[in-house]
């Protein structure tokens, strides 16, 4: 579904001028979609990837909502709708979305995450919030504290609903759940579907309509994918190359672990490049403020942890690199979907070498496509090295069994 522009969209002047304001003529695919549907009233369960306007495709509507279905005049402000996020950096950009679009239309909202002193945010809530944006652990606490009654709740959105599950959030989703009006319209966005996934839709969703803007678990066809084969051991000096030579900076740069993040970060500094770590053992404030230099261009790199890879809002990144294959396949979709966003070109490099395989063949298999290696001159891979075999019970010994078994034994698939 297309549309020319937003004034098609059954929403208030009040959006419609802060969206003319701030520049927005024409919905994107997913928000020309989505937005009938929610005002319509109906359950929904979005497929979408960041960067294609998801936030605004259910902030919008949820907006116009509450502004055509006043409070009662007795019944102060109690919370109306709820957006559930995996992160707080996810909360934190959902709440600066809420704050943005709704400028002019007197409607209030609230952030509650964990990492930070639950008090403050009970001063928040004290006086009710129309909308509220939340983790699902910090929530729980205050609703343990009888700080907050979702007894009113009308409208109910599960963002990145995927990473949610990944995380282990099940047991938190059921307990709220429980204290949420079972006629309430409920929204589920998730930038990739699995089985899992329809599972929690059956759970959670009304007769619901599904849109997807793109197919499931792709890449965004502006950002250009290249793996360079490199031996393990200069993966980090391919790094600096390639930021300090090459030029290709600021770029976002994951690595599967915290010691890795912090290692390149150090060497990088060491280097005279730029660079900061992201990740969980950093505290809140700490995270927030490399954020915002990464944001405003202080800084040539920021090597993060996939705590990162979900939610940021990183205008104009050109180039995302990945140290190593991520262990879930899905997450590589993630982190390279930082960058070609809204159009604009990118360029997503993986470093890989001989003990990645086997996950770069599950990364082949979700995408359904091939990445095709290529060496970067002067780091080409040593091929007189031997490959040691995986050990006989570990996690890639037991996948090479599992594939050789699927595969009648050959262990050698069509690629």
């Not at 509650?112 to 002193?117: E, K, L, N, R």
């Amino acid at each position: 579904m297309s549309l020319a522009s937003f004034a098609e969209l059954a929403l208030s002047p009040r959006l419609l001028q802060t969206l003319t304001e701030l520049g927005y003529e024409t919905p994107t695919p997913i928000q020309a979609s989505a937005i009938p549907v929610i005002l319509a009233g109906r359950d929904l369960m979005a497929g979408a990837q960041t960067g294609t306007g998801k936030t605004a495709a259910f902030v919008l509507p949820i907006l116009q909502q509450l502004l055509t279905t006043p409070r009662e005049a007795d019944e102060g402000r109690p919370i109306r709708a709820l957006v559930l996020v995996p992160t707080r950096e996810l909360a934190v950009q959902v709440h600066e979305s809420v704050l943005r679009y709704g400028k002019d239309t007197g409607l209030t909202s609230a952030l509650v995450y964990g990492g930070v002193s639950i008090a403050a945010q009970v001063e928040a809530l004290k006086n009710g919030v129309d909308l509220l944006i939340a983790t699902p652990g910090r929530l729980l606490d205050h609703l343990r504290q009888g700080a907050l009654s979702l007894s009113r709740l009308g409208h109910l959105v599960f963002d990145e609903a995927d990473r949610m599950l990944d995380m282990g959030f099940m047991d938190e989703i059921k307990a709220l759940l429980r204290q949420i009006p079972a006629d309430r319209q409920t929204l589920l966005f998730s930038a990739t579907c699995d089985d899992n996934l329809f599972a929690l839709s059956r759970v959670l969703l009304r007769d619901p309509e599904l849109i997807e803007v793109a197919p499931r678990n792709t890449t965004a066809a502006e950002v250009e994918q290249r793996v360079y084969a490199v031996d393990g051991d200069r993966k980090l000096a391919l790094v600096e190359h390639l930021l300090k030579v090459k030029g290709w900076a600021p770029a976002l740069i994951f690595s599967r672990t915290r010691q890795g993040a912090d290692q390149l970060a150090q060497r990088l500094g060491k280097a005279g490049i730029n660079a900061l770590a992201f990740h969980g053992d950093l505290s809140q404030g700490a995270r927030e403020k490399v954020l915002q230099e990464f944001k405003a261009g202080s800084l040539q790199a920021l090597v993060a942890t996939d705590v990162a890879a979900r939610g940021l809002d990183i205008q104009e990144l050109n180039y995302v690199i990945n140290l190593e294959f991520p262990h879930q396949p899905e997450d590589y979709v993630h982190r390279i979907g930082r960058t070609g966003r809204a159009g604009n070109k990118g360029l997503a490099i993986t470093l890989f070498s001989s003990e990645d395989a086997p996950l770069l063949e599950k990364v082949e298999a979700v995408l359904d496509s091939r990445l095709p290696q290529q060496w970067f001159p002067g780091f080409e891979p040593d091929l007189t090295r031997s490959e040691p075999e995986p050990r006989r019970n570990s996690k890639a010994a037991q996948k090479q069994r599992a594939r050789k078994q699927a595969l009648g034994g050959s262990g050698k698939g069509k690629r």
